[in-house]
């Protein structure tokens, strides 16, 4: 059972951005996928989470309007259209809440 | 909305030592807290669900107590590959869930 995260992005303000998540070795379709946010070094923060069978999708007030997340074959997506420098972040999938799977994580500096 | 409180923020401690950490709910949350283990540059790995249900793999040095707003780690003899950060987690509002702000134990 692996979630294998995309590699880290540089972008620039108003650019945006599309982060994966794919899992293998399991169903993928009937596990919930959670997004979590870990600004530099401060603590972790759920997103929202998606249920790939049917694709409902749950957002943080937090998060709402802000990312969109979205579910492919075996895929998870977490998007955004317009960066800003306060996304500069870590990004974390998670398979289930608690989740013991979790991906590596994925990078993403904003930055003119 | 559930607060999720830690404390302390920072616990300096020496290997072989015990340590408790605590994690507080503004209301009743049952049992579902779970406790993470996360180090510098690497994915939380998840310690203990359900309150007190020690997960896959996680070594008998590290436990969890309680249940509706007062929670407890306990790692009963620190080990050098225990100084890390550790975070509580409600996950009541399924599918959603909430970090507590962390416990860093490090090393006095």
């Known amino acids: 059972e692996l979630l294998v995260q995309s590699g880290a992005e540089v972008k620039k303000p108003g650019e945006s951005l599309k982060i994966s998540c794919k899992a293998s070795?399991?169903?993928?379709?009937?596990?919930?996928i959670g997004w979590v946010r870990q600004m530099p070094g401060k603590g972790l923060e759920w997103m929202g989470s998606?249920?790939?069978?049917?694709?409902d999708t749950k957002y943080s007030p937090s998060f709402q309007g802000r990312v969109t997340i979205l579910a492919d074959t075996s895929t998870t997506f977490l998007q955004w259209s317009s960066l800003k420098a306060s996304d500069t972040a870590t990004y974390y999938c998670?398979?289930?809440?608690?989740?013991?799977?979790w991906g590596k994580g994925t990078t993403v500096i904003v930055s003119s | 909305e559930i607060m999720i409180t830690q404390s302390p923020a920072t616990l300096s401690a020496s290997p072989g030592e015990r340590a408790t950490l605590s994690c507080r709910a503004s209301?009743?949350?049952?049992?579902?807290i779970a406790w993470y283990q996360q180090k510098p540059g690497q994915a939380p790995r998840l310690l203990i669900d359900d309150a007190s249900a020690r997960a896959a793999d996680i070594p008998l040095r590290f436990s969890g107590s309680g249940s509706g707003t007062e929670f407890t780690l306990t790692i009963s003899s620190l080990q050098s590959e225990d100084f890390a950060n550790y975070f509580c987690?409600?996950?009541?509002?399924?599918?959603?869930?909430?970090f507590g702000p962390g416990t860093k134990v490090d090393i006095k």
């Open positions: 987690l409600h996950f009541g509002n399924w599918p959603g869930f909430s």
């Open positions: 070795g399991y169903n993928f379709e009937t596990h919930w």
């Open positions: 998606i249920y790939p069978r049917d694709s």
């Open positions: 998670v398979r289930d809440s608690p989740g013991a799977l």
């Open positions: 209301q009743s949350v049952g049992n579902k």
